[in-house]
């Protein structure tokens, strides 16, 4: 049996490294994810582009405008419309946030009169617009206190724990480890099988005493190890590139993906019995990691979606897994915080694994 | 004489469609048997029942005195099968692929080595040992399956068009090394449309539209059809029954 599974394994070992379509799947794609989505998908709301119509011109309005541009969070931009025609600017993208000071802005408040100052914002990302209003709304506030000595009653002081610069790569880079180990353990369990029958290797491994046990193993064990390498490529890129922190217990985040991958293996064996060709197998493991991601809480938490779909999320194991990545890189999360993912990701793992695994003893006679 | 292979009355449909309808023979030990018939006579999915890769649709059968149905395990350990496609690793080379299916048959390392090498000795493979079997010509490929399927020492080897495409040199040359296997007292169950090489089997089956038209010692045939040589027979026999069908 051992000898068996370690024959099946050595030769998928030799397969993969003569292929260099699946060495660069397996090596250039936890990469260009991490740049890619590393980089591009910035949440983050900094360096506003901002028209300014100053209607005062005074040198309160010009320190008023300074206050604004203060912080990282506005930027003048420099070629304003000769007209007040922010919706072409935003339109072309030029800028997304255009700032108003009316033409009496110091002389009321010199005189201490409620003045009026307009902020135009670009709701097509509705996300940032409603960052970007409540920074106007803090800078104004502290403009205020500043000018008139207002005393204050509350003074809220804010403190973010665990991600303090609110750096948003360092919650997408664990979210990448999680979605790449997903996509690259289905995707690579499901096409090797299937691409021993279309060769026809599998009909001539049928008719040898090689057990389904051995088969499965031996189909399985080595996309989970290619697993665990491309993972460790991206925690180490990750660490080293983009310097995110890693809060907790490595060996506790190899622990549990060692459980999540017997869910994402036992559904690559599942795509195996249902699909004839590689392309088929391709095409239901891409559907099945795109439908994973999704509802995974990976770009937009679960509590946004609607309330149907947060429902549906619970039949997603990547979202306890996302959770527990995130928990441990993040927070350093220890088993307490987590055993409810734990326990979810186990049952699903039983469920997905055995329950492929029966197919499979089902087809081979 | 003990039987390696006995077949009652075999059938398997694929839906309405009947591929092997009722066939019935027994193969000695040591025997080696030609199973011929025309393109689409149901000779692949017969053997495919055979080797436990096909559910029966009815009938019985026993491998090496293992029944079809219930040792489906025990036959598989002790027969061997080298298909009609190519089917071994293409990015593997010739020793990688001799080196599995070894390992799958869980034979020790040193029998593994040493037999390789008096495989390869005997098939001419030595020097093509290290390239891969997918860059090597047809012949050599065919003879690096025959390898792989006789590599655990089967008692009963099924063999598909084991020599389909390949050129007569290279066909006697095969011929001669399937004899030695029967020499050493392998059965051999072996199809081929090649009848040159029927004529080197102890019995032939003749197979058309998934029956079994006639079996015998091929010069025994001969004689009683009259005919030349075995490719006459051939032709008469499946163009009679063409022809009779069509009548029908
Ligand atoms: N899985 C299947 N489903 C449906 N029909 C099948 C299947 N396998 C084989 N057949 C049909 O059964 C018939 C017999 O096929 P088979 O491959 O056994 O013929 P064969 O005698 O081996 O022919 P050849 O000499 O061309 O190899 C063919 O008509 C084939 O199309
Ligand atoms: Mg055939």
Redesign the pocket.
């Known amino acids: 049996m051992l000898q068996t599974i370690l024959a099946l394994m050595k030769k998928e070992f030799y397969q993969v490294i003569r292929d260099r379509n699946m060495l660069g799947l397996i090596f250039l794609m936890p990469m260009i994810q991490l740049l890619v989505l590393g980089y591009a998908i910035n949440t983050d709301v900094k360096k506003i582009q901002t028209a300014v119509y100053d209607f005062d011109r005074s040198s309160l309005s010009r320190e008023y405008i300074k206050a604004k541009t203060a912080g990282d969070y506005f930027i003048i931009s420099s070629d304003n419309p000769p007209v007040l025609d922010a919706e072409r600017g935003f339109k072309e993208n030029r800028y997304s946030a255009a700032l108003i000071i009316p033409n009496d802005f110091s002389e009321k408040f010199i005189e201490k009169k409620p003045v009026d100052v307009g902020l135009l914002l670009d709701g097509s990302n509705a996300n940032s617009a409603s960052i970007t209003s409540g920074y106007a709304e803090m800078i104004a506030m502290q403009f205020n206190r500043r000018q008139l000595d207002i005393p204050e009653p509350i003074v809220m002081r804010q403190q973010m724990l665990f991600n303090p610069e609110s750096e948003s790569v360092y919650f997408m880079v664990p979210g990448i480890v999680a979605v790449l180990i997903t996509m690259i353990t289905a995707i690579l369990t499901s096409m090797a099988i299937v691409r021993e029958r279309e060769i026809g290797t599998l009909e001539q491994l049928m008719v040898t005493p090689i057990t389904v046990p051995a088969l499965i193993a031996g189909k399985t064990i080595p996309f989970a190890i290619l697993g665990f390498l491309e993972m460790s490529i991206a925690l180490l890129f990750g660490v080293l590139w983009f310097g995110i922190p890693f809060a907790g217990s490595w060996t506790l985040l190899y622990g549990l993906t060692f459980i999540y991958l017997f869910t994402t293996l036992g559904v690559g064996l599942f795509i195996s019995t249902i699909s004839k060709t590689q392309q088929q197998a391709m095409f239901y493991a891409w559907f099945f990691s795109i439908f994973a991601i999704l509802t995974s809480g990976f770009f937009s938490p679960i509590a946004n979606m609607p309330e149907m779909v947060q429902h549906l999320t619970y039949l997603n194991p990547l979202r306890y897994y996302m959770i527990i990545v995130r928990g441990i890189m993040m927070k350093g999360a220890s088993v307490d915080a987590l055993y409810p993912e734990i326990i979810a990701m186990v049952i699903f793992g039983i469920i997905i694994f055995t329950s492929s695994w029966l197919r499979y003893s089902k087809r081979v006679s | 004489m003990p039987d390696a292979v006995t077949i009652e009355k075999l059938t398997k449909k694929?839906g309405d469609?009947t591929?092997v309808d009722q066939i019935s023979l027994t193969v000695g030990e040591g025997e080696v048997f030609g199973f011929l018939?025309a393109?689409?006579?149901?000779?692949?999915?017969a053997i495919r029942m055979l080797c436990g890769l096909l559910l029966p649709t009815s009938g019985n059968g026993t491998v090496g005195g293992f029944d079809i149905y219930r040792d489906n395990e025990k036959i598989k350990k002790s027969i061997g099968y080298m298909s009609?496609k190519f089917s071994l690793y293409g990015d593997l080379t010739a020793y990688e692929n001799l080196w599995f299916y070894g390992s799958v048959y869980q034979l020790k390392k040193k029998v593994i080595k040493d037999r390789i090498n008096q495989l390869s000795e005997e098939l001419g493979l030595k020097e093509f040992l290290h390239r891969q079997a997918e860059k090597l010509p047809l012949g050599w490929r065919q003879r690096l399956a025959l390898a792989a399927s006789v590599l655990h020492r089967p008692k009963i080897l099924f063999l598909d068009?084991p020599t389909g495409g390949v050129d007569p040199i290279f066909r006697r040359r095969f011929w001669e090394m399937l004899y030695e296997l029967a020499d050493k007292g392998t059965t051999l169950f072996v199809t081929t449309?090649y009848m040159d090489e029927a004529e080197y089997c102890h019995r032939i089956s003749i197979m058309h539209h998934g029956r079994i038209i006639e079996l015998g010692n091929p010069s025994d045939l001969i004689q009683k059809y009259q005919q030349p040589n075995l490719e006459e027979l051939f032709v008469q026999l499946i163009s009679n029954r063409s022809r009779e069908a069509a009548d029908v």
């Open positions: 694929f469609f591929a018939g393109n689409g006579a149901g000779k692949t999915t009609q068009e449309h």
